[in-house]
């Protein structure tokens, strides 16, 4: 099984990303960002919660977002694998998903690592911010919230995986597809089952 962690700060193109990956090595998506903008959009308790952090910017807890993310893999019925886009973002969460992935029989395989400079990561956010309506990314002091926040809490979680000789940073500067071969150029070189 292909188990990917796309890994990125806001704006890196992960979702971009994501769907080529999906599409490409016939991947379950896990966004938790989408899944949180569902439950938000439904009004669920899980969406009301998670959005009183997301309005500031801020990480919604590790134990809301494993327990989400858990019960989205348990919904899969014999998958080739997953790609799972913005989670892990701690430590906590990473070991989380490891003794699940192990509990059904798996493991991670990789995380890729879309690297972009801060000022390119600003100008995409404000531009989905504008095409998109997405109220979190039109304002620029929440989007440079979400970038420290990222940098503090979220970036040390790649330590995790790089302490499994798993990590794999990919420049994220481009044209969608220049990207999209990088990470091709990655999966197929370490993935066992291609």
Do not use: W
């Not at 080529?20 to 919660?49: A, M, P």
């Not at 799972?84 to 890729?112: C, E, N, V, W, Y």
Request: negative net charge; charged residues 25%.
């Amino acid at each position: 099984m292909l188990n990917i962690v796309l890994f990125g700060p806001p704006g890196a193109g992960k979702g971009t990303q994501s769907e080529r990956i999906v599409n490409k090595y016939k991947l379950v998506h896990l966004s938790t960002g989408d899944i949180f903008r569902y439950n938000i959009k439904q009004e669920t308790d899980l969406g009301k919660l998670a959005k009183s952090y997301i309005d500031k910017g801020e990480l919604v807890p590790d134990q809301v977002t494993i327990d989400m993310l858990n019960a989205e893999v348990e919904k899969q019925v014999n998958p080739n694998g997953f790609i799972f886009d913005g989670f892990p973002r701690t430590t906590t969460q990473a070991d989380a998903l490891d003794k699940h992935m192990i509990s059904k029989g798996s493991s991670i395989t990789m995380m890729l690592s879309l690297h972009v400079p801060e000022e390119e990561l600003i100008k995409r956010l404000l531009l989905r911010g504008k095409e998109s309506g997405r109220s979190d990314d039109t304002d620029e002091n929440i989007i440079r919230n979400r970038i420290r926040v990222y940098n503090e809490q979220t970036a040390v979680a790649a330590n995790y995986y790089e302490m499994q000789n798993k990590y794999h940073q990919i420049d994220g500067i481009g044209t969608i597809e220049d990207i999209f071969e990088r990470l091709c150029q990655i999966i197929d070189k370490h993935s066992t089952i291609l």
